[in-house]
């Protein structure tokens, strides 16, 4: 006999990344303890902890750069702990990254760092690849610095060039590893908007690795609207800021999960401490 779904499983989103009792140790440091956690299709997931608590760790087994010791590991419904280099290549085609280094092609122009996945690995032919770094350039508001070179770019302009080439492909998900470090308050505010844009315009699936408990704060809150035929980034109802959810490592282990106010109100010592430690006084 068919299993008959409950309302709520149907309504349900596909996972994108689910974890299930993951462990993972370098020679006699122990990083996860059977780390399980799933985040649904389009949704937000923001990622914190102390340093050297597995957070870089968590997005390189999603790319299938590390492989478990134990547990598995699932992206949009495929197991990829199990994969072959070969086939994680394909996985990796719906997953986009920025590097905290930005990792920019120091000899390309702006338009050709962005477009080097697509000319690379789409098969896409030169006007459709120049139509897509347009489109994604004008989206993050650089369109004007297409012929320039990293070294000609403000840190704030190179981190945004190096989301433009991670957005390109039109992957599925997007993973952040620190993207505000390093940056001034004011141009961490411009990509916070860019990491939001990206959110609720283009529908996908991200997880934002970082230390900077202010711009995590700030991006949970606020959401892109149009008004007017103008977009802009306002205050998010209470509501809507629960949906994005802020996910704590200690010792291995995902030791909170929820959204900003329920992270900030927590009474949890370690919680405590830890924000103590990380807020600025805002």
Known sequence: MPVSLTAAEEA?????????????AFDEAVVLRELS??????????????SGSGKSV???????????DSGSIEVNGQRIDTMTEHELLRVRADIGMVFQENALFDSLTVAENVGYRL??????????????VEEVLGFIGLGEYMDRLPSELSGGQRRRVAIARAMAPEPGLLLFDDPITGLDPLVATVVDNEIIKLRDLEDVTSI????????AV??????????D???RIVKSAPSRAH??????????RLHFEGSAAELLASRDPYLQEYMHKTLPPW
């Open 37 to 50: 956690f799933s985040i649904p299709k389009g949704s937000m997931r923001m990622l914190l902890g102390a």
């Open 208 to 215: 934002v690795v970082t230390h900077q408990i202010r711009d």
């Open 12 to 24: 349900a989103p596909p996972t994108a990344v689910a974890f299930n009792r993951v462990s993972l």
């Open 229 to 231: 035929g103008e977009l």
């Open 119 to 132: 000319t690379e690995e789409a098969g896409l032919s030169a006007a459709e690849v120049q139509a897509r």
């Open 58 to 68: 968590v997005l390189k087994l999603i790319l299938g750069l590390l492989k478990p």
């Open 218 to 227: 700030y991006i949970a809150t606020h959401e892109a609207v149009r008004e």
């Open 243 to 252: 949906e994005v959810k802020f996910m704590v490592l200690h010792e291995g």
